[in-house]
């Protein structure tokens, strides 16, 4: 099992960060590796909420991902899943508001899924590390800015 943790501080109201956040159908405008959305039949953003979001990877390959809200919080937390090919990623999010300013931590913890994604993540597991961090990083910053156009700072 690996773990990442990104925190980003954002400039703008956890009321702000959360509605970007939590707008899935958005998520392709303001995530620059995002291509497409789509949101699966269910219940409006909570536990429950699935959507798939097809990517560009780093190396140029085009992936598709499921993801599923295991536990919302609204403004405080979110838990998703996301089953991924040779490993299972969690992500929880954690939003703190504090004068006007929102800070948002990203914790990824991933687990190797049969024996291939065992032996995947004994070979690249440092490198998949930093690549899930660098992912991580540019999803917090693309979030930023989208809710700091949103909420301009005084």
Known sequence: MSTVVVTR???????RVWGVF????ARAAWLSTVES????????????TAWRETREMAD????????RVLECRP??????????????????YTFTERRGQTTVTAVQEAGPVGTSGRLLAAVLGGL??????GALRADLDDLAAAA???????
């Open 75 to 92: 403004r405080e937390c979110c838990v998703v899943a996301s089953p991924g090919d040779g490993a299972e990623y969690r992500m929880t």
């Open 37 to 48: 959305v789509e949101v699966l039949p269910g219940p409006a953003f909570g536990a429950g």
């Open 128 to 133: 998949a590390v930093r690549v899930s961090e």
């Open 60 to 67: 140029g390959l085009r992936v598709t991902e499921e993801f």
């Open 148 to 154: 700091e156009r949103m909420h301009p700072v005084p």
């Open 9 to 15: 501080a954002v400039a703008a109201p956890v009321e």
């Open 22 to 25: 939590t707008d899935l159908p």
